[in-house]
Protein backbone atom coordinates (compact mmCIF):
# COMPACT_ATOMS: atom_id res chain seq x y z
CA UNK A 1 0.00 0.00 0.00
CA UNK A 2 1.15 3.50 -0.87
CA UNK A 3 1.82 5.61 2.46
CA UNK A 4 0.89 8.68 0.57
CA UNK A 5 -2.13 7.60 -1.12
CA UNK A 6 -3.28 6.30 1.94
CA UNK A 7 -2.77 9.35 3.73
CA UNK A 8 -4.43 11.13 0.97
CA UNK A 9 -7.54 8.93 0.75
CA UNK A 10 -8.07 8.60 4.82
CA UNK A 11 -7.79 12.56 4.51
CA UNK A 12 -11.06 12.52 2.64
CA UNK A 13 -13.29 11.10 5.45
CA UNK A 14 -15.51 14.23 7.08
CA UNK A 15 -14.94 15.14 10.27
CA UNK A 16 -16.92 17.22 13.08
CA UNK A 17 -15.37 18.61 15.67
CA UNK A 18 -15.57 18.18 19.59
CA UNK A 19 -14.18 18.84 23.04
CA UNK A 20 -14.50 15.44 24.87
CA UNK A 21 -14.84 16.50 28.57
CA UNK A 22 -13.93 13.86 31.42
CA UNK A 23 -13.68 13.74 34.93
CA UNK A 24 -12.48 11.17 38.18
CA UNK A 25 -12.49 12.47 41.15
CA UNK A 26 -11.06 16.07 41.12
CA UNK A 27 -9.17 14.44 38.25
CA UNK A 28 -10.46 16.95 35.02
CA UNK A 29 -9.45 15.90 31.28
CA UNK A 30 -10.92 18.04 28.23
CA UNK A 31 -9.36 17.48 24.72
CA UNK A 32 -10.41 18.33 21.02
CA UNK A 33 -11.76 14.84 18.96
CA UNK A 34 -12.96 14.33 15.52
CA UNK A 35 -13.35 10.30 15.40
CA UNK A 36 -16.82 10.33 16.48
CA UNK A 37 -20.49 8.91 14.98
CA UNK A 38 -23.11 7.62 16.38
CA UNK A 39 -23.64 3.97 16.11
CA UNK A 40 -26.88 3.02 17.30
CA UNK A 41 -30.67 4.97 17.67
CA UNK A 42 -32.38 2.33 20.45
CA UNK A 43 -30.16 2.55 22.36
CA UNK A 44 -28.68 5.58 22.08
CA UNK A 45 -24.89 4.92 20.95
CA UNK A 46 -21.91 7.07 20.00
CA UNK A 47 -18.55 5.59 18.85
CA UNK A 48 -15.10 7.39 19.43
CA UNK A 49 -11.58 6.66 18.98
CA UNK A 50 -9.45 8.40 21.60
CA UNK A 51 -5.72 7.97 21.66
CA UNK A 52 -4.31 5.45 23.78
CA UNK A 53 -1.74 7.08 26.33
CA UNK A 54 -3.47 10.29 26.66
CA UNK A 55 -4.80 11.79 29.97
CA UNK A 56 -8.20 11.92 28.37
CA UNK A 57 -8.15 8.58 27.25
CA UNK A 58 -7.10 7.96 30.96
CA UNK A 59 -9.45 9.47 32.84
CA UNK A 60 -12.30 7.65 30.59
CA UNK A 61 -10.92 4.21 31.81
CA UNK A 62 -11.30 5.13 34.69
CA UNK A 63 -14.33 7.13 35.07
CA UNK A 64 -16.45 4.81 32.19
CA UNK A 65 -17.92 8.67 31.61
CA UNK A 66 -17.68 11.44 29.47
CA UNK A 67 -19.31 14.44 28.09
CA UNK A 68 -19.19 15.36 23.87
CA UNK A 69 -19.36 18.91 23.92
CA UNK A 70 -20.25 19.85 20.59
CA UNK A 71 -18.45 22.74 19.23
CA UNK A 72 -20.22 25.93 16.65
CA UNK A 73 -18.89 27.00 13.90
CA UNK A 74 -18.18 30.12 15.36
CA UNK A 75 -15.36 28.62 18.10
CA UNK A 76 -12.63 27.40 15.97
CA UNK A 77 -10.74 29.16 18.46
CA UNK A 78 -12.43 27.14 21.41
CA UNK A 79 -11.27 24.25 19.72
CA UNK A 80 -7.80 24.97 19.15
CA UNK A 81 -7.61 26.12 22.96
CA UNK A 82 -8.15 21.80 23.88
CA UNK A 83 -5.42 21.28 21.90
CA UNK A 84 -2.75 22.16 25.13
CA UNK A 85 -3.34 20.87 28.21
CA UNK A 86 -6.02 20.55 30.37
CA UNK A 87 -6.08 23.51 33.08
CA UNK A 88 -8.95 23.94 35.91
CA UNK A 89 -9.05 27.29 37.68
CA UNK A 90 -13.02 27.26 39.57
CA UNK A 91 -15.28 26.70 37.26
CA UNK A 92 -13.25 27.19 34.04
CA UNK A 93 -11.48 24.98 32.28
CA UNK A 94 -9.05 26.35 29.92
CA UNK A 95 -11.02 28.85 30.56
CA UNK A 96 -13.96 28.25 29.79
CA UNK A 97 -16.88 27.99 31.96
CA UNK A 98 -18.40 24.46 32.48
CA UNK A 99 -20.85 22.88 35.05
CA UNK A 100 -21.09 19.27 36.29
CA UNK A 101 -23.36 16.72 33.64
CA UNK A 102 -26.64 15.79 35.64
CA UNK A 103 -25.76 12.05 35.55
CA UNK A 104 -21.97 11.14 35.23
CA UNK A 105 -20.60 14.49 36.82
CA UNK A 106 -18.14 15.17 34.05
CA UNK A 107 -18.01 18.66 32.55
CA UNK A 108 -20.52 20.02 30.51
CA UNK A 109 -19.03 23.32 29.01
CA UNK A 110 -21.25 25.74 28.88
CA UNK A 111 -20.60 28.16 26.18
CA UNK A 112 -20.59 25.48 23.69
CA UNK A 113 -24.22 24.86 21.72
CA UNK A 114 -25.01 21.44 22.76
CA UNK A 115 -23.54 18.23 24.81
CA UNK A 116 -24.12 14.56 24.93
CA UNK A 117 -23.33 12.42 28.48
CA UNK A 118 -22.02 9.28 27.84
CA UNK A 119 -21.52 6.06 29.94
CA UNK A 120 -18.90 3.28 27.84
CA UNK A 121 -20.45 0.01 27.18
CA UNK A 122 -17.51 -1.43 25.64
CA UNK A 123 -13.90 -0.81 24.69
CA UNK A 124 -11.71 -2.11 21.51
CA UNK A 125 -8.55 -1.76 21.86
CA UNK A 126 -6.51 -1.94 18.61
CA UNK A 127 -3.73 0.17 17.30
CA UNK A 128 -2.86 3.19 18.60
CA UNK A 129 -6.88 4.59 19.65
CA UNK A 130 -9.45 2.60 22.24
CA UNK A 131 -12.46 2.62 20.50
CA UNK A 132 -15.28 3.55 23.13
CA UNK A 133 -18.72 2.27 22.58
CA UNK A 134 -21.38 4.55 24.99
CA UNK A 135 -24.46 5.11 25.66
CA UNK A 136 -26.20 8.65 25.49
CA UNK A 137 -27.84 8.86 28.95
CA UNK A 138 -28.19 12.58 28.58
CA UNK A 139 -28.56 15.66 26.70
CA UNK A 140 -28.56 19.47 26.48
CA UNK A 141 -28.96 22.38 23.66
CA UNK A 142 -28.13 25.79 24.35
CA UNK A 143 -28.19 27.34 21.06
CA UNK A 144 -30.96 25.74 18.82
CA UNK A 145 -29.88 27.33 15.98
CA UNK A 146 -26.18 26.91 15.66
CA UNK A 147 -24.06 25.29 13.28
CA UNK A 148 -21.71 23.20 14.35
CA UNK A 149 -17.96 23.49 13.51
CA UNK A 150 -16.77 21.03 10.21
CA UNK A 151 -13.55 19.92 10.41
CA UNK A 152 -13.03 20.86 6.35
CA UNK A 153 -13.74 24.83 7.29
CA UNK A 154 -11.04 24.73 10.06
CA UNK A 155 -8.04 23.91 7.13
CA UNK A 156 -6.90 21.27 9.98
CA UNK A 157 -6.71 17.21 9.60
CA UNK A 158 -6.27 14.81 12.70
CA UNK A 159 -6.81 11.35 9.95
CA UNK A 160 -4.29 10.02 7.21
CA UNK B 1 -34.05 12.32 28.73
CA UNK B 2 -36.27 14.40 26.22
CA UNK B 3 -36.31 12.41 22.89
CA UNK B 4 -36.79 15.65 21.13
CA UNK B 5 -34.02 17.06 22.10
CA UNK B 6 -31.77 13.58 21.99
CA UNK B 7 -32.24 13.67 18.72
CA UNK B 8 -31.66 17.27 17.83
CA UNK B 9 -28.25 17.48 19.56
CA UNK B 10 -27.52 14.21 18.14
CA UNK B 11 -28.62 15.52 14.40
CA UNK B 12 -25.73 18.29 15.13
CA UNK B 13 -22.66 15.44 14.59
CA UNK B 14 -21.08 15.82 11.32
CA UNK B 15 -20.54 13.06 8.71
CA UNK B 16 -19.45 12.42 5.14
CA UNK B 17 -21.79 9.96 2.75
CA UNK B 18 -19.77 6.98 1.30
CA UNK B 19 -20.74 3.59 -0.51
CA UNK B 20 -20.14 0.61 1.13
CA UNK B 21 -19.70 -2.47 -0.70
CA UNK B 22 -19.15 -6.11 0.31
CA UNK B 23 -18.97 -9.34 -1.69
CA UNK B 24 -19.47 -13.03 -0.67
CA UNK B 25 -19.02 -15.39 -3.46
CA UNK B 26 -21.11 -14.60 -5.92
CA UNK B 27 -23.31 -12.37 -3.31
CA UNK B 28 -23.03 -8.49 -3.46
CA UNK B 29 -24.21 -5.95 -1.39
CA UNK B 30 -23.84 -2.16 -1.49
CA UNK B 31 -25.20 0.74 0.58
CA UNK B 32 -24.99 4.51 1.06
CA UNK B 33 -23.64 5.11 5.02
CA UNK B 34 -22.23 7.54 7.14
CA UNK B 35 -21.46 6.41 10.63
CA UNK B 36 -18.05 6.14 10.11
CA UNK B 37 -14.55 7.26 10.68
CA UNK B 38 -11.02 6.72 11.13
CA UNK B 39 -9.84 4.81 14.81
CA UNK B 40 -6.31 4.37 14.37
CA UNK B 41 -3.16 5.85 12.69
CA UNK B 42 -0.68 2.50 13.42
CA UNK B 43 -2.18 0.32 11.78
CA UNK B 44 -4.33 1.99 9.82
CA UNK B 45 -8.04 1.42 11.11
CA UNK B 46 -11.62 2.51 10.34
CA UNK B 47 -14.71 2.17 12.82
CA UNK B 48 -18.16 1.73 11.26
CA UNK B 49 -21.48 1.22 12.46
CA UNK B 50 -23.76 -0.84 10.13
CA UNK B 51 -27.71 -1.84 10.27
CA UNK B 52 -27.80 -5.32 11.97
CA UNK B 53 -30.51 -7.22 9.83
CA UNK B 54 -29.40 -5.40 6.40
CA UNK B 55 -27.99 -7.81 3.96
CA UNK B 56 -24.50 -5.69 4.09
CA UNK B 57 -24.21 -6.83 7.77
CA UNK B 58 -24.97 -10.15 6.81
CA UNK B 59 -22.16 -10.25 3.81
CA UNK B 60 -19.76 -8.46 5.97
CA UNK B 61 -19.89 -10.83 8.36
CA UNK B 62 -19.57 -13.49 5.88
CA UNK B 63 -16.30 -11.94 4.06
CA UNK B 64 -14.86 -9.86 6.80
CA UNK B 65 -13.96 -7.83 4.42
CA UNK B 66 -15.72 -4.78 2.78
CA UNK B 67 -14.54 -1.54 0.27
CA UNK B 68 -15.62 2.23 1.84
CA UNK B 69 -16.11 4.15 -1.63
CA UNK B 70 -15.83 7.71 -0.68
CA UNK B 71 -18.32 9.58 -2.74
CA UNK B 72 -17.33 13.27 -4.71
CA UNK B 73 -19.36 16.02 -4.11
CA UNK B 74 -20.84 15.91 -7.22
CA UNK B 75 -22.37 12.27 -6.70
CA UNK B 76 -25.31 12.86 -4.39
CA UNK B 77 -27.42 11.16 -6.94
CA UNK B 78 -24.89 8.42 -7.06
CA UNK B 79 -25.57 8.01 -3.05
CA UNK B 80 -29.20 7.86 -3.11
CA UNK B 81 -29.33 5.54 -5.36
CA UNK B 82 -27.77 2.77 -2.92
CA UNK B 83 -30.13 3.61 -0.55
CA UNK B 84 -32.27 1.27 -2.47
CA UNK B 85 -31.62 -2.81 -2.72
CA UNK B 86 -28.59 -4.02 -4.74
CA UNK B 87 -29.16 -5.19 -8.14
CA UNK B 88 -26.31 -6.19 -9.84
CA UNK B 89 -25.93 -6.31 -13.88
CA UNK B 90 -22.82 -7.69 -15.30
CA UNK B 91 -20.12 -5.28 -14.12
CA UNK B 92 -22.56 -2.32 -13.04
CA UNK B 93 -24.34 -2.55 -9.55
CA UNK B 94 -27.23 -0.34 -9.21
CA UNK B 95 -25.98 1.24 -12.74
CA UNK B 96 -22.57 2.16 -11.81
CA UNK B 97 -19.49 0.20 -13.10
CA UNK B 98 -17.27 -1.84 -10.57
CA UNK B 99 -14.10 -3.80 -10.69
CA UNK B 100 -12.38 -6.43 -7.84
CA UNK B 101 -10.73 -4.66 -4.97
CA UNK B 102 -6.87 -5.81 -5.21
CA UNK B 103 -7.09 -7.84 -2.05
CA UNK B 104 -10.64 -8.32 -0.88
CA UNK B 105 -12.54 -8.94 -4.17
CA UNK B 106 -15.20 -6.75 -2.51
CA UNK B 107 -16.38 -4.22 -5.56
CA UNK B 108 -14.56 -1.00 -6.27
CA UNK B 109 -16.67 1.63 -7.66
CA UNK B 110 -14.86 2.87 -10.49
CA UNK B 111 -16.80 6.46 -10.80
CA UNK B 112 -16.09 7.21 -7.08
CA UNK B 113 -12.71 9.97 -6.86
CA UNK B 114 -11.65 6.88 -4.09
CA UNK B 115 -11.73 3.81 -2.13
CA UNK B 116 -10.30 1.76 0.92
CA UNK B 117 -10.32 -1.61 1.01
CA UNK B 118 -10.78 -3.04 4.42
CA UNK B 119 -10.69 -6.37 6.65
CA UNK B 120 -12.69 -6.47 9.74
CA UNK B 121 -10.50 -7.19 12.99
CA UNK B 122 -13.22 -6.97 15.55
CA UNK B 123 -17.03 -6.51 15.76
CA UNK B 124 -18.81 -4.90 18.66
CA UNK B 125 -23.11 -6.04 19.13
CA UNK B 126 -24.79 -3.61 20.53
CA UNK B 127 -27.92 -1.73 20.59
CA UNK B 128 -29.44 -1.95 16.69
CA UNK B 129 -26.41 -1.89 14.63
CA UNK B 130 -22.75 -3.44 14.70
CA UNK B 131 -19.65 -1.61 15.14
CA UNK B 132 -16.85 -2.97 13.26
CA UNK B 133 -13.42 -2.02 13.32
CA UNK B 134 -11.32 -2.47 10.11
CA UNK B 135 -8.24 -2.81 8.77
CA UNK B 136 -7.13 -0.60 5.92
CA UNK B 137 -5.34 -2.92 3.53
CA UNK B 138 -5.50 -1.02 0.09
CA UNK B 139 -6.11 2.17 -1.02
CA UNK B 140 -6.91 4.05 -4.21
CA UNK B 141 -7.08 7.80 -5.51
CA UNK B 142 -8.85 7.62 -9.19
CA UNK B 143 -9.56 11.49 -8.65
CA UNK B 144 -6.80 13.57 -6.86
CA UNK B 145 -8.77 16.91 -6.64
CA UNK B 146 -12.37 15.72 -5.83
CA UNK B 147 -13.79 17.18 -2.70
CA UNK B 148 -15.99 15.01 -0.59
CA UNK B 149 -19.65 14.48 -0.28
CA UNK B 150 -20.60 16.45 2.86
CA UNK B 151 -24.05 14.83 4.72
CA UNK B 152 -24.94 18.89 5.47
CA UNK B 153 -24.92 19.38 1.87
CA UNK B 154 -27.63 17.04 1.20
CA UNK B 155 -30.07 17.95 3.34
CA UNK B 156 -30.27 14.45 4.68
CA UNK B 157 -30.00 12.97 8.10
CA UNK B 158 -29.55 9.54 9.39
CA UNK B 159 -28.70 9.89 13.16
CA UNK B 160 -30.91 11.80 16.18
Redesign the interface.
Known sequence: ??QE??R???R?????LYVLTTRHGDEISASTV????????????L?L?IKRGSRTHELIERSNTFVLN?LGSDQKDVAQSFFKETTVEGNRINGLPFEPGPITGAPVLTEL????ECKV??A?K????T?F?AE??????RR?N?K?L???DTGWFY??
Chains 1, 2 share one sequence.
Open positions: MDVKRVLLLTYGNWVSQASFTPPLMAIPAWVRSVDGDHVVVVEVGLPAPVMWGG
